[in-house]
């Protein structure tokens, strides 16, 4: 029973990291309606930041908590307001070959500036140690990913759900045009909800570097698995993303364990399944 409570816990601590990486590419789809498939490139140049901060700079893990999702964001403003804007009027083909496209971009710019090593991000002191659990010594951080996501995830739905900012947000997906009429400015609503996408790609890029380190390719990888929770869960139901998460981190998991060689056949395969039996995800509802 502890072997099981043991890969239960990582299981969920996977999921959840699943979630924090995945959750604005969500968000961005689901109110946007745009697949960025440049939502890896991004998580990719967070988890950079935070390695350039803690390794170059003030070599402070919290600090870099802070710079490389502001970057990010920052970054993402200036895709918006550039380029992306420009394509809302042309469909979802236009997005997805723009996004792709600056994937491939921001994939050279990062190994011209930080090389092809496989590198890591150091935790703080008192993120670094153990804790014990169901008789097995677990990372605290490990605990602190599950923490951090099932906080995120709370305070997204509240937002959605619970606020007026997130009635708009949901009216503006509905029917832009009304929403215009009644004098609020969408255009910037919707800028502002593709900077909050990318502030979480940058959130999630550190939050998952000292687990799953940097390496040459990891946003193109990244993107995979985001897409997979993405399509499980239902294309932008945050609700939908968090459960799809906890479910390929637990499949996952208890796969690698008990037969590591089909572990990604199993989460590939459950997807398939899922879609054969509600196409639209489990929480995902019908799109136009």
């Known amino acids: 029973m502890d072997i099981i409570g043991a890969q239960l816990v990582n299981g969920v601590s ?13 968000l961005v789809f689901g109110i946007l309606g745009v697949l960025n498939l440049a939502h890896g490139s991004l998580y990719m140049i967070g988890a ?16 870099a908590l802070i710079i490389a999702p502001i970057a990010v964001a920052l970054l993402s403003l200036l895709i918006e307001t550039t380029l992306l ?62 923490g951090i996501g099932l906080v995120l995830a709370a305070a997204l739905w509240f937002i959605q759900e619970k606020t007026r900012w997130g009635a708009i947000i949901r009216a503006g997906l509905c029917d832009k045009e009304m929403i215009s009429a009644l004098g609020i400015n969408i255009k910037l609503v919707l800028t502002i909800v593709f900077i909050i996408g990318g502030f979480l ?17 990891m946003e193109f990888q990244t993107l995979i698995l985001a897409l997979v929770v993405l399509v ?12 799809a998460s ?23 395969g459950l997807m398939a399944v899922i879609l054969v039996v509600k196409p639209n995800g489990l929480l995902g509802k019908k799109v136009a």
């Not at 996977?14 to 969500?26: K, W």
């Not at 803690?54 to 600090?63: A, D, R």
Request: glycine share 10%.
């Open 14 to 26: 996977y999921g959840l990291l699943l979630f924090v990486i995945t959750c604005g590419l969500a």
């Open 246 to 268: 906890i479910l390929i981190g637990l499949v996952e998991t208890f796969s690698k364990y008990l037969m590591p060689e089909l572990s990604l056949f199993l989460v590939f």
């Open 48 to 63: 950079y930041i935070a390695y350039s901060v803690t390794v170059n700079s003030t070599e402070n893990f919290w600090i």
């Open 85 to 146: 804007r420009l394509t809302y009027h042309l469909g979802h083909l236009s997005q997805v070959l723009l996004t792709f496209g600056l994937a491939y971009v921001f994939h050279d710019l990062a190994s011209m500036v930080w090389g092809s090593n496989v590198l890591t991000v150091a935790l703080p002191p008192s993120l670094s140690g153990t804790t014990t659990l169901f008789n097995q010594n677990f990372p605290t951080y490990r605990l602190v990913v599950i």
């Open 201 to 217: 790609a940058g959130f999630g890029g550190v939050i998952a570097a000292p687990i799953l380190g940097l390496y040459p390719s």
């Open 232 to 243: 499980i869960g239902g294309l932008g139901s945050i609700a939908g993303t968090f459960a």
